[in-house]
């Protein structure tokens, strides 16, 4: 149970680092895909 909660903590970093990145906002479809995940 802890190692789910460990891998979709690390899945969590890894796209608000992408959504950190200006570029990230400029492809609307992309940026919307990627907040679903969230």
């Known amino acids: 149970m802890e190692q789910d909660i460990n ?5 969590i970093k890894k796209l608000e ?6 570029d990230f906002w400029n492809d609307k479809n992309k940026a ?3 907040l ?3």
Do not use: A, G
């Open 7 to 11: 891998k979709v903590e690390e899945q």
């Open 17 to 22: 680092e992408k959504m950190v990145n200006p």
């Open 32 to 34: 919307q895909t990627v």
């Open 36 to 38: 679903k995940e969230l």
